[in-house]
């Protein structure tokens, strides 16, 4: 599959990059700056550009650029994206004295990245820390994944299935964003409580 990664520069975008090279597909990282993205690309061994230039002619773009810049992204890409289904791994996320905590009231990253491109967009991926995904074991979690499209929720289901250890989950409608936003608070918040590098594993699934 040729998956475009835009922001692929980042610590999420090239550990995606990297484990998506090993197994076989076709990757490309995109950059607000081109010559980043070639830099970074050639050092993972996979291709690079700018962001608009990656997500042209691919079969899946991730939107990988860190969370406050989604939206906007999305907004700049809509027409160099298309048609193409969209993975949003987004948490809009603060980091207070109490702990880290759900940014947004409503809605989720992801419903407001629908609302802007043409193509249908999923959502997940988003408490699976990019460390974890870098290191040649998968990480020991489920993957959940939600959409309100079922074939580019399968697309998304079939390549988060081979990203880790448990098995990739379809967590219902992309109205569940929210909670898969949300979440990933309450898993980065345990994270650095216990000093531990925590993940999902829903119980009870043959
Ligand atoms: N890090 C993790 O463990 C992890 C785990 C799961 C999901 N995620 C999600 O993955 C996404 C990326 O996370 P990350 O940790 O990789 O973030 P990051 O390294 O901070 O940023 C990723 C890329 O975003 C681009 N960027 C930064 N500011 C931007 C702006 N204002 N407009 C457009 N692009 C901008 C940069 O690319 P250029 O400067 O090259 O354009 C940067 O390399 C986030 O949505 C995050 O929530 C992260």
Same mark, same amino acid.
């Given at each position: 599959?040729?998956?475009?990664?835009?922001?692929?520069?980042?610590?999420?975008?090239?550990?995606?990059?990297?484990?998506?090279?090993?197994?076989?597909?076709?990757?490309?990282?995109?950059?607000?700056?081109?010559?980043?993205?070639?830099?970074? +690309?050639? *050092?993972? !061994?996979?291709?690079?550009?700018?962001? &608009?230039? #990656?997500?042209?002619? %691919? $079969?899946?773009? /991730?939107?990988?650029?860190?969370?406050?810049?989604?939206?906007?992204?999305?907004?700049?890409?809509?027409?160099?994206?298309?048609?193409?289904?969209?993975?949003?791994?987004?948490?809009?996320?603060?980091?207070?004295?109490?702990?880290?905590?759900?940014?947004?009231?409503?809605?989720?990253?992801?419903?407001?990245?629908?609302?802007?491109?043409?193509?249908?967009?999923?959502?997940?991926?988003?408490?699976?820390?990019?460390?974890?995904?870098?290191?040649?074991?998968?990480?020991?979690?489920? +993957?959940? *994944?939600? !959409?309100?499209?079922?074939?580019?929720? &399968?697309? #998304?289901?079939?390549? %988060? $299935?081979?990203? /880790?250890?448990?098995?990739?989950?379809?967590?219902?409608?992309?109205?569940?964003?929210?909670?898969?936003?949300?979440?990933?608070?309450?898993?980065?918040?345990?994270?650095?409580?216990?000093?531990?590098?925590?993940?999902?594993?829903?119980?009870?699934?043959?």
């Amino acid at each position: 599959m040729k998956v475009a990664i835009a922001g692929g520069t980042g610590t999420f975008g090239r550990a995606l990059a990297a484990r998506l090279r090993d197994l076989g597909h076709d990757i490309a990282i995109g950059s607000r700056d081109e010559s980043r993205a070639q830099e970074r +690309a050639a *050092v993972l !061994g996979v291709s690079g550009g700018t962001n &608009e230039s #990656v997500v042209r002619d %691919a $079969d899946l773009v /991730v939107l990988a650029v860190q969370s406050s810049a989604a939206i906007d992204t999305a907004r700049e890409l809509a027409d160099a994206i298309g048609e193409t289904p969209v993975l949003c791994v987004a948490s809009d996320l603060r980091f207070t004295d109490a702990g880290v905590v759900p940014a947004r009231s409503s809605g989720s990253v992801a419903e407001d990245v629908a609302a802007l491109v043409c193509g249908p967009v999923v959502s997940g991926l988003q408490a699976i820390p990019a460390t974890h995904l870098a290191l040649p074991d998968p990480p020991d979690q489920d +993957a959940l *994944v939600c !959409g309100d499209d079922p074939e580019a929720k &399968e697309l #998304v289901l079939e390549l %988060a $299935d081979h990203l /880790v250890a448990g098995r990739a989950l379809d967590a219902g409608p992309l109205a569940n964003a929210r909670a898969l936003e949300d979440m990933t608070a309450v898993i980065i918040h345990v994270n650095r409580r216990y000093r531990a590098v925590a993940g999902l594993r829903l119980t009870g699934i043959e």
